[in-house]
Each structure stands twice: as structure tokens, then as C-alpha cells.
């Protein structure tokens, strides 16, 4: 769930495994959503996105699947690797990026 | 890969004295984009332009900030006199058309003491 001031949400996960990240977001006129990765001292770098007309995208390692009912978005990163390690976090789009306050993901070898 | 540059890597000045934060975007892109994000915090969308005018600007970005493109190739972000609250690090980005995929660069952090 979300977070207040330094606290980010935490995912701890061995290397292999699959995980998930899920977002919520709040304006149901966001047409396009995407999801980033930042690892520390770095800036946000594109993952994948989606438009608002599909609910599901596939990338290299990554699905990202969009549920406009209940405004939810998820990352699955397959055989997560420790390089994965880093903060996510989803942006929807209506006229401007708004960005989610993101979640840890750690990943163990 | 070409990529944003972002000039200085880290900022550090006094309460109440003007600073300039230099971005180069990627040559081919129209669109610039500055971002802040507080410790901790998510990152917040402050302004962004196209051919010599701010697009959008948010609630953040007033009267103390301002952006200028002085010349082809720097796109830069004044803040005029800086509060302690404009401590956080600072993210450019280009993209090539509006609502187009954005390119970050690595960021200023911004320090006022």
C-alpha cells in the first residue's frame, strides 16, 4: 500500500523467482500509463507502457496488465535477477506524468 | 545511446541565493520536461516546454521558477531564490513528441542550506 515520507513499500524476493509490483492510480482520464525503474542515485529509466485501450503488454521479461475497473496496474518481472534491484514505479499520463511513490524491489541471489 | 546530460551532479547553496540547473536534452527531441523529487518522495512533474514556451506548469513551479532554451543544445531550470523545502534532486527530460516516450537525465541534487 502507499507510504508516507521515507518509508517505501518492499518486495523481497530471491533471484529466479517472478514478481509483482502493483500500482494504483486515481484519474480514470489517464490514457496511458508506464512504468519505471530507478536505481539509486539514477534517474527514472522506461520499462513499459500501455494505452488505456489494451489491458495487457508484453515485454523483454516484463508484463505489465492494466485493470481500468478498479484503476489498477501491475509490473510481473519473470526470473527476477539482482539487477532488478531497484526502486518502481507507475506514472499515468492525462495531460502531464504523474508518478506513484514507487516500490522497493530486493532482489537476493 | 545518446542521452540527457545533466550539469552539475550536485548543487549546493544558501537560502535566498539564485541557481541555475543545465540540462542537455537529446538533439533530436522537441520536448523538455523538468521534474523534481524530495527524499523519499515521488517525483513531481514542475514544467514543460516546446518551441520557446512552457506547455504545462504545475502548482510547484511559481513565480521563483523559471526555464529558458538560451541556446540549440541546453535547456536550462532557475530557481531565483532558493527555500530550504527546494532542497531534492532535480530530473530533465526530452522526448521526441508530446505525450511521447520521456528520456530522464541522471539528475541535480539540489542542497539549500
Known amino acids: 500500500g502507499e507510504s508516507v515520507g521515507l518509508h517505501l513499500p518492499t518486495l523481497s524476493v530471491q533471484e529466479g523467482d517472478n514478481s509483482i509490483i502493483n500500482c494504483a492510480y486515481s484519474n480514470s482520464a489517464s490514457d496511458y500509463f508506464i512504468w519505471y525503474k530507478q536505481e539509486s542515485g539514477k534517474g527514472p529509466q522506461f520499462i513499459i507502457d500501455i494505452r488505456s485501450n489494451m489491458d495487457k503488454r508484453q515485454g523483454q521479461r516484463v508484463t505489465v496488465l492494466l485493470n481500468k475497473t478498479v484503476k489498477h496496474l501491475s509490473l510481473q518481472i519473470a526470473a527476477t535477477q539482482p539487477g532488478d534491484s531497484a526502486v518502481y514505479f507507475c506514472a499515468e499520463r492525462d495531460d502531464t506524468l504523474t508518478f506513484g511513490k514507487g516500490t522497493m524491489l530486493l532482489v537476493s541471489p | 545511446e545518446p542521452e540527457v546530460t545533466q550539469t552539475p551532479s550536485h548543487q549546493v547553496t544558501q537560502m535566498g541565493q539564485e541557481v541555475i540547473l543545465r540540462c542537455v536534452p537529446i538533439s533530436n527531441h522537441l520536448y523538455f520536461y523538468w521534474y523534481r523529487q524530495i527524499l523519499g518522495q515521488k517525483v513531481e512533474f514542475l514544467v514543460s516546454?516546446?518551441?520557446?514556451?512552457?506547455?504545462?506548469k504545475s502548482e510547484i513551479f511559481d513565480d521563483q521558477f523559471s526555464v529558458e532554451r538560451p541556446d540549440g543544445s541546453n535547456f536550462t531550470l532557475k530557481i531565483r531564490s532558493t527555500k530550504l523545502e527546494d532542497s531534492a534532486m532535480y530530473f530533465c527530460?526530452?522526448?521526441?513528441?508530446?505525450?511521447?516516450?520521456?528520456?530522464f537525465g541522471p539528475g541535480t541534487r539540489l542542497t539549500v542550506l
Open positions: 516546454f516546446y518551441n520557446n514556451e512552457i506547455s504545462e
Open positions: 527530460a526530452s522526448s521526441v513528441q508530446a505525450g511521447g516516450e520521456q528520456f
